[in-house]
C-alpha cells in the first residue's frame, strides 16, 4: 500500500486555484497591495487572510511538537473530515469504515460525498474495536477507517495494541479522531506519525481548548498527505478572526490546563454522584468531558430534565446504546443543579 495509490485520480491530477496571497510571498512591508481586489481601507479585515495560516501553525506546531508541514487547518475538525474523504474516496465506488455508536458526521459527511458507510459496532459494553470484523468487512475500495479515541459517546480509549494492529493491517487510511484527547490518561497518537504513513490525526479547539465558536479544527499527517489536503482546500478557509482568536487563546496555555484540570476533577465527582442516582443502571467510565449513563427510560427522563430547565443529549437509539443519556460535564454549579435534579426526579 502506497498513500499515492490510494488518493483519488482526479485529486491526484489537479492543479489546486492560486489565489493572490499564495502567487506573492514574501516581506510584505512597504508593499502596496493591489493584487486581491480588497477594499484599501484599514479595518482590520479588509485584508484576505493568509491562506497557509503562517503564524498560527507556527504556534500549534510548537504546542503540539509537530513539524508546520505536517499539519493542516479547518473550519471545525468537520471540514478536515470532509476533505479527508474527498481525498481518498471515489463517489459511488469507495466506501469508509465507522464503528459505531460513535460521532455521527462520518456517516453524514460520506453520504453527502456519495461515498458508502460499512459498519463494524464496538463491541457490547466496554465499545472496544473489534479487529477481525473490522479486516474481515473492508474490501479493496475501503479507503478510510475512522477512529475515535476517546469515542464519543461512549467515552472510553481504544487499546493501543488494537489500534496498533489496524494500523498496520488495514490497508488504507486510519483516521483517529482526537477531540477529546486532553481529558484522557492515555496519549495522543500524535507521537507516532512518524512510524505509521497511513495515520491521520484529527484534534480541535472547540472542546477543550474552549473555542468551539472561533470553528478551528486540525489535522496531523505526514508531509504527502497534508501536501495533497492544501491543494484541496478552499483557499481561505481560517478567516482572519479565528486565526487571531485561536493565536490569543493558544497563547493561555497555563488557563487552559488548569481548566482541563478542573473538568477532569468535576467528571469524576459527577461519576460518583450519578452511581447514587436510583434510576441510573450504570455510569460508564469516561476519559472525555462528558459521561454516558444507562438509565430506566431514557426518552422520560431525557424530558423530565428538559422539564427542569436541563438539555443533555439522549443517544438511545444508537447501535448498543438503548436507554442511554450523555451529559456534558459543565462547572461545578451547573453539575450541583444537575445532579440535584437527577435526585428530585
Ligand atoms: C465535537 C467533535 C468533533 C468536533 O468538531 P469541530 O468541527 O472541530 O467542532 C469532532 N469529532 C468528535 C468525535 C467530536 O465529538
New binding site residues.
Given amino acids: 500500500m502506497t498513500i499515492q495509490n490510494l488518493i483519488r485520480p482526479s485529486i491526484k491530477a489537479l492543479k489546486p486555484y492560486s489565489s493572490a496571497r499564495d502567487e506573492f510571498k514574501g516581506n510584505t512591508d512597504n508593499l502596496t497591495f493591489l493584487d486581491a481586489n480588497e477594499n484599501p481601507y484599514a479595518n482590520g479585515v479588509n485584508r484576505y487572510p493568509d491562506p497557509q495560516q503562517g503564524k498560527l501553525k507556527a504556534l500549534i506546531s510548537h504546542i503540539k511538537k509537530v513539524p508546520t508541514e505536517s499539519i493542516l487547518l479547518g473550519n ?4 478536515v ?1 470532509d476533505l479527508l474523504i474527498r481525498m481518498f474516496c471515489e463517489p459511488n465506488k469507495d466506501n469508509i469504515l465507522i464503528l459505531p455508536p ?2 455521527g ?1 462520518y456517516e453524514v459527511l460520506a453520504n453527502v460525498n456519495a461515498v458508502e458507510t460499512i459498519k463494524i459496532n464496538l463491541s457490547e459494553e466496554t465499545f472496544q474495536p473489534q479487529i477481525d470484523a473490522i479486516l474481515s468487512e473492508a474490501n479493496a475500495n475501503s479507503k478510510i477507517l475512522f477512529l ?1 479515541s476517546p469515542n ?1 459517546p461512549s467515552g472510553n480509549c481504544f487499546e493501543t495494541s488494537s489500534v496498533e494492529f489496524l494500523l498496520k493491517n488495514f490497508k488504507g487510511i486510519v483516521v483517529m ?1 482526537e ?2 484527547i486532553d481529558f484522557s490518561k492515555g496519549e495522543s497518537w500524535l507521537s507516532r506519525l512518524k512510524e505509521f504513513p497511513n495515520l491521520v490525526v ?1 484534534q ?4 477543550a481548548f474552549g473555542m ?1 465558536g472561533i ?3 486540525m489535522c496531523f499527517a505526514s508531509e504527502e498527505i497534508i501536501a495533497t489536503l492544501n491543494k484541496i482546500k478552499p483557499p481561505y478557509n481560517i478567516n482572519e478572526l479565528t486565526q487571531a482568536k485561536a493565536m490569543e487563546g493558544l497563547s493561555e496555555m497555563t488557563l487552559i490546563k488548569s481548566q482541563i484540570a478542573c473538568l477532569i476533577e468535576q467528571r469524576d465527582v459527577l461519576v460518583k454522584a450519578l452511581k447514587e442516582v436510583d434510576f441510573i443502571e450504570k455510569v460508564y467510565p469516561s476519559e472525555a468531558n462528558f459521561v454516558m449513563v444507562r438509565v430506566d427510560d431514557a426518552n422520560k427522563r431525557y424530558q423530565q430534565l428538559i422539564e427542569n430547565g436541563i438539555v443533555i443529549r439522549n443517544r438511545t437509539t444508537q447501535p448498543l446504546c438503548e436507554n442511554c443519556l450523555r451529559l456534558t460535564v459543565g462547572t461545578e454549579e451547573e453539575n450541583k443543579k444537575l445532579i440535584e435534579k437527577l435526585k428530585n426526579l
Fill in positions: 471545525g475538525s468537520d471540514e473530515l460513535t460521532y458526521m475515535c464519543n479522531d477531540a477529546y484529527t480541535t479547539l472547540s472542546k468551539a470553528r478551528l479544527g
